[in-house]
């Protein structure tokens, strides 16, 4: 479907879960989040209920994320489901790597496509003080999986200050497993973690200043389904590296998403305040055409750019939403 600035919508992603294992300092509050109440979150079966409707609109396209979603069960035989659902073009997965390893084989049988993975340390110590717990280890064992598994896998790092001095180590493991590394701007979603934050943030011209000392920087077509990167590489280096920066250069001219968080909201845009509860229609007995209306208001409320650089909050956390 067509929004009203004319862009095609069909990506929708879905939080299945606010809960985390892990607590990284660019997501999570300070105190972490008080759970949902496991009775505010939708059901596999309400989810599905709103991807049969998004499909009828066109949507074709799914990113399961969270929280971290691999910590719900059953979310194996949900992308199952999803997977094989009319429509479905592509399933993938944005996860933090600590529970991968054990769980990618049976996610690729199930149909899964692709997998982003957070790496946002290659050194344990620095890992446990930016996420709170984790280990690089780990997570680059679920990443191997990953790839052995034949998913296209991506790696997505925070672009706080402290990666700086681990970029050539972050592009010897891209170049080494030939996976794309990207770097992503951090986004002040609530004020807590922005004011936390504050001081590591690395404006991206520091970060392509960095990676110029390395080698010199030429423009690369992405990987397929590349979304709102820009690709590039260091002449005579085999490693992709992805700068996604929705702050300082946004790509709302060709945002094609909207977003269902764990509690039953549509979202028109990570950042919007808007929020369309089709929990509470699910729950009283709406028809897939009544589901499809609240779809077709998410679309239709998509702002043409977001105000993040202006202050625009959406009042939740980036685990609450499903980054
Ligand atoms: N737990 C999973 C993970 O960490 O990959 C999925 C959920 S997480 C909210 C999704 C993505 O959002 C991760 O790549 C994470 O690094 C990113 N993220 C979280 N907070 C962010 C922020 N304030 N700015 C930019 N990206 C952020
Ligand atoms: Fe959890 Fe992912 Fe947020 Fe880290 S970024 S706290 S792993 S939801």
């Known amino acids: 479907m067509l929004d009203s600035c004319?862009?095609?919508?069909?990506?929708?992603?879905?939080?299945?879960?606010?809960?985390?294992?892990?607590?990284?300092?660019f997501c999570m509050p300070e105190g972490g989040v008080d759970n949902i109440p496991h009775k505010e979150i939708l059901r596999y079966e309400e989810i599905?209920?709103?991807?049969?409707?998004?499909?009828?609109?066109?949507?074709?396209?799914?990113?399961?994320?969270g929280g971290e979603p691999l910590l719900r069960r059953g979310v194996e035989s949900f992308l199952q489901e999803l997977a094989n659902q009319e429509g479905t073009n592509r399933v993938s997965l944005t996860t933090n790597g600590l529970l991968l390893a054990d769980k990618v084989d049976v996610l690729a049988k199930a149909g899964l496509n692709a997998v982003n993975v957070s790496l946002d340390s290659l050194n344990e110590k620095r890992l446990k003080r930016l996420c709170g717990g984790g280990s690089p280890t780990?997570?680059?064992?679920?990443?191997?999986?990953?790839?052995?598994?034949s998913l296209k896998v991506k790696?997505?790092?925070?672009?706080?200050?402290?990666?700086?001095?681990?970029?050539a180590e972050f592009i010897t493991f891209s170049e080494e497993r030939q996976?794309?590394?990207?770097?992503?701007?951090?986004?002040?979603?609530?004020?807590?973690?922005?004011?936390?934050?504050?001081?590591?943030?690395?404006?991206?011209?520091?970060?392509?200043?960095?990676?110029?000392?390395?080698?010199?920087?030429?423009?690369?077509?992405?990987?397929?389904?590349?979304?709102?990167?820009r690709y590039f590489r260091l002449a005579e280096r085999k490693a992709t590296i992805g700068i996604i920066s929705a702050l300082s250069s946004p790509f709302c001219d060709?945002?094609?998403?909207?977003?269902l968080t764990a509690d039953g909201r549509l979202k028109p845009c990570l950042a919007s305040p808007v929020e369309i509860d089709v929990k509470s229609a699910i729950r009283s007995g709406a028809t897939g055409e009544e589901i499809k209306k609240l779809i077709r208001?998410?679309?239709?409320?998509?702002?043409?750019a977001h105000q993040l650089a202006d202050g625009e909050k959406p009042q939740r956390s980036m685990c609450k939403i499903g980054g």
Not at 155 to 167: A, G, I, K, Y
Not at 298 to 304: D, V
């Open 48 to 65: 599905l209920e709103v991807t049969r409707a998004a499909a009828e609109l066109g949507i074709d396209r799914y990113r399961i994320s």
């Open 254 to 259: 060709t945002c094609n998403r909207i977003r």
């Open 179 to 229: 996976v794309p590394i990207r770097f992503i701007e951090f986004m002040p979603l609530d004020q807590e973690t922005a004011s936390r934050t504050g001081e590591e943030v690395v404006p991206v011209p520091e970060l392509v200043a960095a990676l110029e000392q390395l080698g010199t920087l030429v423009t690369e077509k992405g990987p397929e389904g590349c979304g709102p990167s």
């Open 297 to 304: 208001q998410t679309i239709e409320a998509k702002p043409k």
């Open 138 to 149: 780990q997570i680059i064992k679920g990443i191997d999986a990953a790839i052995k598994a």
């Open 6 to 25: 004319g862009r095609t919508i069909n990506y929708l992603r879905i939080s299945i879960t606010d809960r985390c294992n892990l607590r990284c300092r």
């Open 155 to 167: 790696v997505n790092t925070v672009l706080l200050r402290p990666v700086l001095s681990e970029l």
